[in-house]
Structure formats: structure tokens, C-alpha cells
């Protein structure tokens, strides 16, 4: 294919999608050869733009829709939850080295009193 038919192509696309009114007529009445040449393509986007319309747009029944919501918020949840679970480790992490701390200096005074005496 060459470029020509390339962006004569990709013209014919964008008159689909913008839904352009007898769009392709007038590429048709512009171009003749080149649009007779490139007709398999064009079905082929015409086929490809029906099926990528909003009108035919896949609806999940009620009851899908209504169990992956209970995914998602069972699934969030469970995130928050490890989360927190995260935090008081931290936390305990936290304490424990402040005890380690204080009782090497509480040792290191005791140390440092009892030479002194």
C-alpha cells in the first residue's frame, strides 16, 4: 500500500468515526481508482467501527456487576487491612528499639556509676 492510500484510507476512517455525512461519496467522487483499490479496507474499518460503536457497547448483567463490586470493596479492604497490619508492626519495630536503647544506656550509666565509685 502506499502512502497515497495510506492517508486516503485513514481519511475514510476519520469521516466513520466523526460520522461525517456521504463522507465516503465524496472520497469516492474525489478519488475513484484509489478508492475502488483500497474497497476491501474500507468494509474491513467499516466492520471494525460498527462493532467499536458506544451503541453497541457490552452491559454486564445486574448480578456480575453487583458481585465484582463486592470484589473490589472485599479486595480494597483487605489492602487497608494489611496496611494497618504494617503500621503496628512499625510501631512495635519502633518500641522495641526504644527498649533495646534505653536499657543499653540504662546499663551504660550503671557501668559508668560503679567505676566511678
Do not use: C
Amino acid at each position: 500500500m502506499n502512502p497515497f492510500d495510506e492517508d486516503l484510507l485513514a481519511a475514510y476512517t476519520d469521516g466513520l468515526v466523526s460520522r461525517t455525512p456521504d463522507y465516503a461519496g465524496r472520497l469516492s467522487t474525489l478519488f475513484p481508482d484509489e478508492m475502488a483499490e483500497i474497497a476491501p479496507l474500507a468494509a474491513l474499518t467499516e466492520t471494525v467501527n460498527r462493532y467499536y460503536e458506544p451503541s453497541s457497547q457490552i452491559t454486564m448483567p445486574r448480578a456480575a456487576r453487583a458481585a465484582l463490586k463486592q470484589r473490589l470493596i472485599a479486595a480494597h479492604e483487605a489492602q487497608q487491612h494489611a496496611a494497618q497490619q504494617r503500621q503496628r508492626w512499625q510501631w512495635a519495630a519502633l518500641g522495641a528499639s526504644v527498649t533495646v536503647a534505653g536499657a543499653l544506656a540504662a546499663r551504660a550509666w550503671r557501668g559508668q556509676a560503679a567505676r566511678t565509685e
